[in-house]
């Protein structure tokens, strides 16, 4: 079981920068994956970015060179930093852990956390 609490949302201009945080209730070195997904009103929730136990990243392309996710294992937080954000960004964040077990998956979620960029 893994819990899974993010913070860091807000309100922010066109261009701005927010850094959102997950953390987790458990050892995240052993979470094989973690990610953080994103969905906006009347769209269905999509993946944003996710990172490996072994530090492997893989990105949307819509947020490529602008959103970096990382890893603080000593403190069993995931970190996305969000820069140069546009309006299209605007959505609910969630954080995401997926953990393989006697050859079956578990996905987690967080609460989810509101981006809304505006001017």
């Known amino acids: 079981q893994v819990r899974l609490v993010e913070s860091g949302g807000g309100l922010v201009q066109p261009g701005g920068s927010l850094r959102l945080s997950c953390a987790a209730s458990?050892?995240?070195?052993?979470?094989?994956?973690m990610g953080w997904y994103r969905q906006a009103p009347g769209k269905e929730r999509e993946l944003v970015a996710t990172?490996?136990?072994?530090?492997?990243?893989n990105y949307a392309d819509s947020v490529k060179g602008r959103f970096t996710i990382s890893r603080d294992n000593a403190k069993n937080t995931v970190y996305l930093q969000m820069s140069s954000l546009r309006p299209e960004d605007t959505a609910v964040y969630y954080c995401?852990?997926?953990?393989?077990?006697?050859?079956?998956?578990?996905?987690?979620w967080g609460q989810g956390t509101q981006v809304t960029v505006s001017s």
């Open positions: 995401n852990a997926m953990m393989l077990i006697i050859g079956s998956w578990s996905v987690y």
């Open positions: 458990r050892n995240i070195f052993s979470i094989n994956k």
């Open positions: 990172i490996t136990s072994g530090g492997s990243t």
